[in-house]
Each structure stands twice: as C-alpha cells, then as structure tokens.
C-alpha cells in the first residue's frame, strides 16, 4: 500500500549520517493509517533511529518525513501528536499510577475533570482500574508495561510508537501482552509503529513488517509475504530458518522454470530467471516432508543423508547433507530415522522461492 493519502507516516528519500557512520540509507517508506507496523532487524540495523526520527528525537540529515500529509521533519517533538513507549517504560517513580498517566494531558493544560475522566477510561481500557494510587514500585512488570501504554494512549495520539516495549517481560506475559496490545490497537483503530529484533513477535502482531539490515528496508509486507516470499537471502535467514541452495535454470516457461541443483533438476513455479541463469534457491524446513519413493507424487524431491535428529515439541528437527550441503528439515513423525540413514525429501514446487541479490 504506497498511496500517500492512505499513510499515516512517510519517509520521503530520508538519510541519517552520525558523523561518518550512515544510520539510515535514502529511505522511502509508507505506513498506512490504522496498521500495526513493525520494524524488524538485528541490533544497529536502524530500525530505533527511524522510531525517533518520527519522534522527533532524532533528524534526518537529508529527506523529508510527514505524518497525516503534513511535514514534521523540523518541527520539535512536543508539537508532533505521537505517543511512545520506552523499552524500559520510563515511568517517574515519585508519581501514582494516576499521575504518570495524567502527565502528558496537564502538559496540555486540559481541565481537571477531562483529565480526570481520561485517565479513568483509559485505565479501565488497560485493565488496570483500582491501581489509581499505587506507585511503580508497587507493580509487576505487565502492569508497569500497561501503565507506560496508557500514559502513551491517553492523549489520544496520531500514532502509538512502541520501542522493543514487551522485551522486558518473561516469555509467557510477553506473549499474553503480545494479543492484548494487538487486540487494542485494533479496538482503538491506531496506527502504532513497533520496533522489535523479535521475529516470533514480529509476525504475531503485524499487519505489516518491513525488514531491514545496516539501515536499509530490504523487504515490505504482510507476515505472510514476507516469511513465504522472501526477496533476499538476508530476509529468508533471518525471518525463521531456510534452506539455501545454488542452481542454474535449464529450462524456463512463462509459469515457472526447471532448475538443476547439482545432479537433480526440479521445478519452481512462478520463477522468472531466463535459460542458463545462475540463482539462489531457498526452502523453508516445515515445507519439506521426508517420504518413501512412492510417496512423493508429484512433488519435487531429493535424497538426503541423516545426520542428527533433534526433539524439539512441536517438531523433531532433522539434520541432513547432500553433496556436502547442509539441509534442515522439521517433521512431526521422526519414527524410523536414524543418523547414516539415507531418505527422500520431498516438497511442492510452489514451497521454493528464487532469491535476488540485496
């Protein structure tokens, strides 16, 4: 979605240089009003500094960034309607539950009973009505977290901006507040702006996600695309685990291509490489099952050496090589597989996607 009528934020060609180090490369990006948008990538990838930079607490060194069509990219952080949630919550210990999150509507200068009115909705909205006069000390994490969201929501902001802001919790009340924050975004219909190295946490919660490495989006997309079709070896390795092979297309057609992957040839649909390309070849390891001969059908195979099995819960996660590849595969059923063990490998010519270079 790249009409700048339907984005609540726009990155117009914006670049951050931090003396010699370039943060952020010539990006061009929309985030459509009402989308829960993460921004997902390793550590000094970029993706807090684009954050701040629709904070206002960082400015690009060239570009221009706007937020509901109107230019922002000089204009100070108190003037721009956002509401922001810190990794580590930033509540002022010496305030009550109420207090911290009235902060930003006296700030404003509301009336009192508005004040007051407001924050009561929007505590019972972050079911923490009865924790009024409770201070942060006084709090698990979760409710801390939840304080942090409603001083934030509470001043009814254009866009929510979520800095890594569950990674402070334990794995269970991370994915308990993982639904609850989707379900009120969706409920309150906000455009919120997550950063996150988490992509579990990623997928879970987005409409959107862009995918970025050394201060470039590599990739935009629902969850779905991006995790199914991934463009680039970066994305497909770092949004879950793959399978890379190398190949060379030996014949190509208008609804897919027959590759030769060194000593075996199979089909890729949709692929748009010419006759005699070289390409890079990924397959995700749930996508692969490992089956008798018989039992292929009419799907893409390959022989494969056991080398290790692993129980993992959910899967049983299988080591092979081939031709001194290494390959992964997750089955539910590993009965029958042993280390040395040689097995068919087999998989729908649709699960393979070509990757492009970076």
């Known amino acids: 979605m790249d009409s700048t009528a339907e984005a609540d934020v726009r990155f117009d060609n914006v670049t951050k240089h931090y003396q010699n180090v370039v943060a952020i490369k010539a990006l061009n990006l929309d985030i459509p009003r009402g989308t829960f948008f993460s921004l997902l990538g390793p550590s000094g990838c970029g993706k807090t500094t684009t954050l701040r930079m629709i904070a206002g607490f960082e400015h690009p060194t060239q570009g221009e ?17 956002f509401g922001m949630v810190f990794q580590n919550y930033a509540l002022f210990p010496h305030m009550s539950v109420a207090q911290n999150v009235a902060f930003g509507l006296k700030m404003r200068k509301l009336r009192r009973d508005e004040i007051a009115k407001r924050v009561r909705e929007t505590l019972d909205l972050v079911k923490l009505n009865g924790f009024e006069d409770r201070y942060p ?104 685990n793959s399978n890379f092979v190398d190949g060379v ?62 129980y993992r819960g959910a899967a049983t996660h299988v080591y092979l090589e081939r031709q001194g590849v290494r390959m992964q595969a997750y089955v539910r059923d590993a009965a029958g597989l042993e280390p040395g063990r040689e097995v068919r490998c087999a998989w729908a010519a649709s699960s393979m996607v070509v990757l492009r270079d970076a």
Do not use: W
């Open 137 to 240: 000390k006084q709090l698990s994490g979760g409710q801390q977290q939840r304080v942090a969201l409603a001083r934030a929501l509470v001043i009814h902001p254009t866009v929510l901006l979520l800095d890594e802001s569950l990674s402070a919790l334990d794995k269970m009340l991370r994915e308990e507040m993982q639904v609850e924050l989707r379900e009120l975004q969706r409920k309150l219909g906000i455009t919120a702006v997550f950063v996150t190295h988490d992509q579990e946490e990623a997928l879970t919660m987005s409409d959107r996600v862009a995918v970025m490495r050394a201060g470039v989006v590599e990739q935009v997309g629902t969850p779905s695309e991006i995790y199914e079709s991934p463009r680039t070896e970066f994305v497909a390795g770092f949004l879950g």
């Open 249 to 310: 297309v030996v014949n190509a057609s208008a609804d897919g291509a027959r590759i030769d992957i060194g000593g075996a040839q199979i089909r890729i649909d949709g692929c748009t490489a010419s006759t005699g390309e070289r390409v890079r070849l990924a397959l995700r390891p749930e996508k692969i099952d490992i089956v008798a001969d018989h039992d292929v059908g009419n799907r893409e195979s390959v022989t494969a050496t056991v080398r290790e099995i692993i």
């Open 65 to 81: 960034i706007f937020i509901r069509g109107e230019r922002v990219t000089d204009i100070q952080p108190y003037r721009r309607n």
